[in-house]
């Protein structure tokens, strides 16, 4: 079975400094990585996901994520943050090969303060 | 314009009532999912159907029901017999493969009268 632990539940800064929310991931079988931003009240959007390849992805909005497989982490990182990435954060994963069953993590709230 | 709508925004349940959330996408998914959002949690999986007429229980199905008799929809039941029921319900699609991005509707906040 896999579960996601994102480290941080809130995660205050300050406008255009960078930030990193934190993902580690446990799962006995391959996995796809994913990254969704839930604006206050509404659905999930997809920020980013990694799938193969190249461990480094880039996102919408300016956001990264390095995959790390000895390290079990997807961390999303962006270098200069805006009041509008104020957000809750998700990481997920789903078993490749899998029907796509998403586990997520609990969340972290990213506050970006003027 | 494609996408997925969910009905209502609020719902208001009373005791012992059974309610009803509607989902519907024009994206042509053959998947669809239900989650629920509680503070703190996460999304959890309630049902989900990869196929019109098929659907498995997800990690908390108990006290909940889906029918899926059409391929762009795919409604709720929350019924009597799930006794917290306040939360964020959201209703995703996806194209089949685990590989695939889900697209989330705006949700439905489901309160207890």
């Known amino acids: 079975a896999q579960s996601v632990t994102q480290l941080d539940s809130q995660v205050p800064v300050f406008e255009e400094a960078p930030v990193e929310l934190r993902c580690n991931y446990s799962?006995?079988?391959?996995?796809?990585l994913f990254w969704y931003v839930q604006y206050p009240n509404q659905g999930l959007q997809l920020l980013l996901k990694y799938l193969s390849g190249s461990t480094l992805v880039k996102g919408i909005n300016g956001f990264e994520a390095e995959f790390n497989k000895s390290q079990t982490s997807f961390h999303l990182r962006k270098p200069s943050v805006h009041i509008s990435d104020t957000a809750e954060y998700f990481c997920a994963v789903s078993e490749t090969g899998g029907y796509n069953k998403l586990i997520f993590g609990a969340g972290t709230r990213l506050a970006v303060h003027p | 314009d494609g996408g997925i709508t969910q009905s209502p925004k609020y719902l208001f349940r009373k005791e012992g009532q059974n309610v009803t959330l509607s989902c519907e996408q024009n994206l042509n998914h053959d998947a669809m999912y239900w989650y629920r959002q509680d503070p703190g949690q996460g999304l959890r999986l309630i049902y989900y159907?990869?196929?019109?007429?098929?659907?498995q229980k997800g990690d908390i199905a108990e006290g909940y029901s889906v029918s899926r008799e059409k391929k762009e929809s795919f409604p709720l039941t929350v019924t009597s017999a799930q006794k917290n029921p306040t939360a964020f319900y959201l209703c995703a699609s996806s194209v089949s493969g685990s590989q695939e991005t889900q697209y989330f509707g705006p949700g439905t906040r489901l309160l207890v009268l």
């Open positions: 159907s990869q196929i019109v007429n098929d659907f």
């Open positions: 799962s006995s079988v391959s996995v796809y």
